[in-house]
């Protein structure tokens, strides 16, 4: 099995000390509710170490956070993430990871669709309901997508998140192009 990246350190230290302080709390009571070494949890604040989805976990739990919150890094309006790439943290008890694409909004409701593009005819879509955002992950093929002001083009794996309240696209560039799209309506 391929090594990992490095887990996102600066974006985990970030949060960890951005939620700490709101929930005004101590590093020896976090540690403390948490369950780990208050030794662990300086370290984690200050960037460094290599914190497993236990760890993590459980200081979502005692933070009151999603874990999400903890390692998804500050979003711009379209956010692409490229196969292999993303926020992955590994377990430390089996062989597991999990690359976090994009956390979901409190009380969003969702639309799951398959889609399958060939190339030719441009999908023009316009603006959906106000706050609405759409998330695609290609299966197979390449495709270009997004707001026609900020296209980006995928392929197998990519990811993108844009505004689905504005006028948007897609357009297939190779046969057999197939994507999962979710569609977040508040």
Not at 46 to 67: D, H, K, Q, Y
Not at 163 to 171: I, K, L, Q, S
Request: charged content about 20%; aromatic content about 4%; cysteine-free.
């Amino acid at each position: 099995m391929a090594m990992d990246p490095a887990p996102p350190l600066a974006t985990i230290a970030a949060a960890l000390r951005r939620e700490r302080d709101r929930a005004g709390l101590s590093l020896t009571e976090l540690a403390r509710r948490a369950g780990i070494a208050k030794s662990t949890l300086s370290q984690l604040e200050s960037g460094v170490g290599n914190p497993s989805v236990e760890t993590l976990w459980a200081l979502g739990v005692a933070l009151g956070v999603p874990f999400s919150r903890l390692v998804e890094p500050p979003t711009a309006a379209v956010r692409v993430v490229r196969a292999g790439e993303g926020p992955r943290i590994r377990s430390e008890h089996a062989d597991f990871s999990a690359t976090l694409l994009a956390a979901g909004a409190p009380h969003a409701r969702r639309d799951v669709y398959v889609m399958e593009l060939e190339p030719g005819a441009v999908r023009l879509a316009e603006a959906h309901t106000p706050r609405s955002v759409e998330h695609v992950v290609v299966a197979a093929g390449r495709m270009r997508l997004g707001p026609e002001t900020d296209l980006v083009e995928l392929g197998p794996g990519d990811y993108a998140t844009f505004p689905g309240d504005t006028p948007h696209r897609y357009e297939a560039l190779a046969p057999g192009t197939f994507a999962v799209l979710v569609m977040e309506h508040p």
